[in-house]
């Protein structure tokens, strides 16, 4: 019904940026509120950012804050995550989700559809 596709991993040097998109088809992607989840080897996938169908609404895990920006292009169908001052430690796959709720939703199990991952590496 909705397909995520990640794309925008790689390596960069600490203290770098990268830009994470996502582009969803399928179903009317303006209607579903959208998230960023990571997952180290060996760890729990976490939240990282969200935001609401309209954009108007976002949140973010304190790790990030001040950091990350989540922003949407719903005429794209497209999610981005700007990432500044990356650290080693946001070393993981990233992976784009969304929900059927419009509010922002920030637990893995409140997610409906996944998209692959793409893997982001922070040298130090």
């Known amino acids: 019904q909705v397909q995520l596709v990640e794309s925008g991993g790689g390596l960069v040097q600490a203290g770098g940026s990268l830009r994470l998109s996502c582009a969803a088809s399928?179903?009317?992607?303006?209607?579903?509120?959208m998230g960023w989840f990571r997952q180290a080897p060996g760890k729990e996938r976490e939240f990282v950012a969200g935001i609401s169908w309209s954009g108007g609404s976002t949140y973010y895990a304190d790790s990030v804050k001040g950091r990350f920006t989540i922003s949407r292009d719903n005429a794209k169908n497209t999610v981005y995550l700007q990432m500044n001052s990356l650290k080693p430690e946001d070393t993981a796959v990233y992976y784009c989700?969304?929900?059927?709720?419009?509010?922002?939703?920030?637990?893995?199990?409140?997610?409906?559809?996944w998209g692959k991952g793409t893997l982001v590496t922070v040298s130090s």
């Open positions: 399928g179903r009317t992607f303006s209607s579903y509120a």
């Open positions: 989700a969304s929900t059927f709720n419009k509010g922002v939703v920030t637990t893995t199990t409140g997610m409906d559809y």
